[in-house]
């Protein structure tokens, strides 16, 4: 019915015009609600067929919605992943993949016994879906629509139709249709987690198997299946599924352990509840699963493959290398999410209803590790659909240990410390500063668990208990973190001093989560903070000119960071009021800074560090700065009780405002400065509070407006009408109501003073004619030559329309305000009540915003993006000698041996061989819970095996170099009877002075037909990322051009299908563009010889295995389509380059 209402009022013409129009089409909401909808049609058969009804529509949405992204990458925007790149292409290839099946169908019905097994358009159709699959989102679209229904039946009876009980034998092997099908049928079952589709043709594919055992791919494929037979999809088959996965561990990821991503995938299936559906009672039978997996030992068999995984993947990633073929990368996410998801099944079973504790810490160090080597990039970047959704499986399952804390147990210091929440927090925080390689990842995971900071912005109203649910949850997360006081401030001090720029954006964004929480974590981080500033000022306070280094800068830059935050502002306030007992030091630093502001410097540190302070001042006036809002509820506080608790007191106040006008009468002091201490005086004469103080240092320093009006006229400038437009601004707020109206009818700088009715005090004019002449200028002839300046430049710029009225005005009215008047020191001091505690703040807070509309502006994030800045790099180099630090920090380290052991061998991949030798990983820390047997630690493979030489002299093999499958004198074995003789490809390169190919790391293991030949790099390059798993020893070649159905693919598949390979949003190389291993230029294409298939002799030896070191590193680091860190091979010579021969 959705898809008829769909298809009658026209939605894909509909959604294609809304995408071509700028305005909606920029809207965030309309771009969400779009995505949301396509990809729910593209899930079902139903709504692929509606795609393809509705083709010319269907085209042009493709169209816009690549649109879109490509301006987002011209324009150099991060997205916040609201139209991926990869969607377009997948549901193009989708519907293409649909098509080509319709077209299978169509053949079958119409073809005869009689016909010749290989008919052109048959081939045709195999052909375009082999094609697609050359990309890793074609690959997942081609695996996606052939589990919907009974599509892969088509290629079940194709291949049953041409099977040897068919066919015969040798017209079985002959048949390149009957091949295409047998790599179609492997990519399915190892794209697609589609269970219900291996249920329903499990039985049928073990068959065809079992029936051509001669078949690379079929033997390949019952490796994949091999956990399914005689399997039945229930929940009984849950203990002998994890016995396999338990027998298989040693083999992960290699050519003898697919059958475990398998076996996974159906556990998953099997004993994972789906999402729950509001208002519907979960069914009693995933409870009984989640018993069967317990009482099988999986929780022990999990941990023990993510283990697994992470030795795997921990070397390639250390060296930014590309971590494998698109079915590695398959292999590996597949295998990831579903251990995840069974982990977080198990784990919210169990710790629900918080009788149960589980201390076995081999979880959340899993976790860490493998969120690191998964999720780990800039934050420039963003994590492709999988990894985010690895991302979220990870924090969902750490955040399942604070459900095991029994809230009706006493809370003491020891249960504290001892409970699974404290256990976990442990875990990670240590995590964070145990390897640099962990920095950035740890921090990432820090944030991700923390809750956000409050208020929330919200269209509807929150009801009181969801309120105090919130609260308390801050407060249960302030209790855990502060028994790891020390691991936070060991973090804090560590990362403070760092010039490594997304670090210090997510030290920052951690900071501003804890001191969000509770008051007691607040104190514990800007304690933290200000610490190391007093450490800083007092380190060197012999010489005054030394004391203000780098460190310095980053360290004011951090607190300016914070201070902008209602939590830590009024942390802050707290801290430098000198009212808690112990920290009298920090209102001491707090006048020194000031100081610092007031004392001369022309060093680019020390004005740097007064910008700094600056700004910090004008967050702390900033009486919007707080955690009780006076709008947030009936019972709101008043405008006094709003400013004590927000606001400096008043011996801080008054050396705050002596600090803001000596900036201003300084001729030294900067742009940037002048300008964020007339906005915060602004903040402060919004209220008489303010301006009292404001007026008393203003009798103090009577020229500070003189002086700074006398710059505005000398430096006048397009740049600088910033500056005049906001002094004057500020003049206009302090007079006194009635003088306002004779400043002219325009309002628009008025509006200030009119949202703060509750101010009485003001200044009138002839106080500040008084406050703004000298001997030698009156302010009269200022403002007449700041007149003239205004109006020569309006000419060239509309903007300063409203500037030149402002000061015409203001003119006027010093003009007729008669002689000038000094200040009046009659105005009564305002009285503020004395601020509530810090704890008493944040048990009140505001928790909402009620809005009427949510703010489009507002992103899903709730920080700034980080956006990279151009700093001065030589403000940060420091003199050190290396070789005395080696000697220091690492005198038993042997460069040799360690780079031999990283470049001269390999971690386990795919295929590659067991080895005997083998390593303990990873005790149990604790007695855990689960596992009856006791068993806490398991012998595992050593990560790198030994370098294997392949057999002398073959070169690169395989199909893409023409040699002759059956060529026996080049696969004959060594004779090792008599000295070595030398091999006839090795004579002939040395004949043609060609390097000889190097000795290398074997191709993954494949079952042999002829014999094994030897692969380049772990497999091919090429777009489809090296997959060495579609390689097989039969004859099954491009199809002939004389079909007419396509043309001859000389340069395979790389050349003719780059333009699928899309690259993600800011971050396309291979970990966050750290690589070093970036490939050269590839060789150019060799044309094919007369035969039409065999090359020259000569041109073998040049495309043997490459250059040195393990295949894993010779890869192209640059972006594929697998994006991330599986990034695709670079577009190299295809393996078909031979035409097909009959």
Request: glycine share 6%; proline share 5%.
């Amino acid at each position: 019915y959705e898809i008829y209402y769909f298809f009658y009022h026209h939605f894909l013409e509909l959604v294609t015009l809304l995408l071509s129009i700028p305005v909606t089409s920029a809207h965030p909401g309309v771009l969400q609600a779009t995505k949301d909808v396509l990809k729910f049609l593209a899930q079902s058969q139903k709504g692929l067929l509606f795609f393809m009804s509705e083709y010319e529509a269907t085209n042009l949405l493709i169209r816009a919605l690549c649109h879109l992204y490509d301006q987002d990458e011209e324009e150099g925007l991060q997205s916040d992943g609201v139209i991926d790149d990869a969607f377009a292409l997948w549901l193009q290839d989708s519907t293409q993949t649909l098509q080509c099946i319709t077209e299978l169908f169509t053949h079958f019905q119409r073809c005869t016994a009689s016909e010749e097994t290989d008919h052109s358009d048959l081939l045709g159709t195999l052909h375009n879906l082999y094609l697609i699959t050359f990309n890793p989102v074609g690959r997942s679209a081609v695996g996606h629509v052939f589990s919907l229904e009974k599509n892969l039946q088509s290629l079940i009876t194709l291949m049953e139709y041409y099977s040897k009980e068919a066919l015969g034998d040798s017209k079985s092997k002959k048949s390149v249709a009957y091949n295409y099908a047998c790599i179609l049928i492997l990519v399915v079952v190892q794209s697609s987690s589609d269970v219900q589709m291996l249920e329903q043709h499990a039985a049928s594919l073990l068959k065809l198997c079992k029936a051509d055992e001669n078949n690379a791919k079929l033997q390949e494929l019952g490796k994949w299946l091999e956990p399914l037979k005689n399997l039945r999809f229930e929940i009984n088959c849950i203990p002998n599924l994890i016995e396999y996965v338990k027998q298989n561990i040693d083999n992960l990821m290699t050519a003898e352990g697919v059958g475990l991503t398998t076996a996974l995938r159906v556990l998953c299936n099997v004993a994972c509840p789906p999402p729950p559906v509001e208002g519907q009672q979960k069914d009693l039978k995933w409870n009984l699963a989640v018993i069967q997996l317990f009482s099988a030992e999986g929780m022990d068999t999990f941990i023990r493959v993510l283990q697994k995984l992470n030795s795997i993947l921990t070397q390639p990633w250390r060296l930014h290398v590309n971590m494998g073929t698109t079915l590695h990368r398959v292999t590996t996410i597949s295998m990831a999410r579903c251990t995840l998801t069974l982990l977080k099944t198990m784990l919210t079973e169990l710790l629900r209803g918080g009788s149960f504790e589980f201390k076995d810490m081999r979880v959340p160090s899993a976790l860490v590790t493998l969120h690191m080597l998964l999720c780990s990039i800039p934050l420039s970047g963003r994590l492709d659909s999988d990894e985010q959704k690895i991302q979220n499986d990870i924090i969902d399952i750490l955040l399942t240990f604070t459900q095991g804390v029994n809230e009706k147990l006493t809370i003491s210091e020891e249960t504290l410390a001892n409970n699974t929440w404290s256990l976990m927090l442990k875990e990670v925080l240590s995590s964070i500063l145990k390897v640099p390689e962990g920095f950035f990842s740890g921090l990432i995971l820090l944030s991700e668990l923390l809750p956000l900071p409050l208020p929330m912005q919200t269209t509807q109203v929150i009801e009181p208990h969801d309120i105090s649910v919130a609260l308390n949850t801050r407060k249960l997360w302030s209790m855990h973190l502060h028994v790891q006081a020390k691991l936070l401030q060991e973090i804090v001090r560590s990362f403070s001093g760092t010039t490594c720029q997304p670090i210090q954006h997510m030290l920052r964004r951690i900071c501003v989560q804890l001191c969000d929480l509770a008051s007691p974590t607040a104190l514990l981080i800007m304690r933290t903070v200000l610490d190391l500033i007093v450490e800083d000022l007092q380190s060197t306070s012999e010489d005054k000119e030394k004391q203000y280094t780098s460190q310095t800068t980053r360290l004011l830059a951090l607190l300016d960071a914070l201070a902008s935050h209602k939590a830590c502002k009024l942390a802050i306030l707290h801290l430098i009021n000198g009212t808690i007992k112990g920290d009298e030091r920090y209102a001491e630093i707090f006048q020194d800074l000031l100081a610092l502001v007031r004392c001369p410097g022309d060093s680019v540190i020390h004005q740097q560090c007064v910008e700094y302070i600056i700004s910090i001042l004008q967050s702390l006036c900033d009486q919007d700065i707080a955690l009780i809002l006076p709008t947030s509820s009936e019972g709101s506080v008043s405008e006094l009780e709003q400013l004590s608790n927000s606001l400096p007191n008043k011996e801080l106040m008054a050396s705050i405002c002596d600090c803001l006008l000596a900036t201003l009468a300084n001729s030294e002091s900067s742009y940037s400065c002048l300008l964020t201490c007339v906005r915060t005086m602004m903040f402060l004469a919004e209220h008489d509070y303010g301006l009292f103080h404001l007026k008393s240092s203003l009798r103090k320093n009577s020229s500070a407006l003189h002086s700074l009006l006398k710059r505005v006229v000398s430096t006048f400038s397009k740049d600088t009408g910033e500056l005049a437009s906001s002094f004057l601004e500020f003049m206009r707020q302090i007079l006194s109501s009635d003088t306002m109206g004779c400043c002219g009818d325009d309002s628009g700088l008025m509006e200030v003073e009119g949202a703060h009715p509750s101010r009485t005090m003001s200044i009138n004019a002839a106080e500040l004619k008084q406050l703004l002449q000298s001997k030698e200028d009156s302010p009269e002839n200022l403002f007449l030559e700041l007149e003239k300046l205004v109006l020569e430049h309006s000419k060239d710029d509309d903007n300063l329309d409203s500037l030149l009225d402002n000061v015409v005005g203001l003119k006027q009215m010093l003009e007729s305000s008669g002689d000038p008047l000094p200040l009046s020191d009659q105005d009564v001091e305002p009285v503020l009540s004395a601020p509530e505690s810090l704890q008493n703040l944040f048990n009140n807070r505001t928790a909402y915003v009620l809005s009427d509309v949510m703010d489009d502006q507002l992103k899903s994030m709730w920080f700034t993006p980080f956006q990279a800045e151009e700093i001065d790099t030589d403000l940060d180099l420091v003199k050190v000698d290396l070789i005395e630090l080696s000697e220091k920090c690492c005198s038993d380290f042997d460069l040799h041996s360690e780079l031999e052991r990283s470049f001269l061998s390999e971690p386990s991949s795919p295929g590659r061989a067991k080895t005997t030798k083998g390593f303990k990983l990873g005790k149990h820390k604790h007695e855990t819970f689960i596992t009856s047997s006791g068993k806490s630690e398991y012998i595992e493979p050593a990560k790198r095996a030994h370098v294997v030489p392949p057999p002398r002299g073959r070169g690169r093999g395989g199909f893409g170099q023409g040699i002759r499958p059956h060529d026996i004198f080049r696969q004959r074995k060594q004779n090792t009877s008599r000295p070595p003789s030398m091999h006839v490809d090795d004579f002939v390169a040395a004949e043609s002075k060609e390097v000889v190919p190097q000795d290398g790391i074997p191709p993954p293991k494949r079952p042999l037909k002829v014999s094994q030949k030897i692969s380049s790099r772990g497999g091919f390059s090429g777009n489809r990322g090296g997959r060495g798993a579609f390689h097989s020893q039969n004859r099954f070649f491009t199809p002939p051009a004389s079909k007419g159905n396509y043309s001859r693919r000389e340069g395979a598949r790389g050349s003719s299908w780059s333009a699928q390979n899309t690259p993600r949003g800011n971050y396309n190389e291979s970990r966050g563009g750290q690589s070093n291993f970036n490939r050269g230029p590839l060789p150019p294409l060799r044309p094919l010889s007369s035969t039409g298939y065999r090359p020259s002799p000569r041109d073998r030896a040049s495309r043997g295995r490459g250059g040195l070191g393990p295949s894993w590193a010779s890869a192209n680091s640059g972006s594929g389509g697998s994006r991330g860190k599986f990034v695709s091979g670079g577009s190299g010579r295809g393996r078909h380059v031979r035409s097909f021969t009959r």
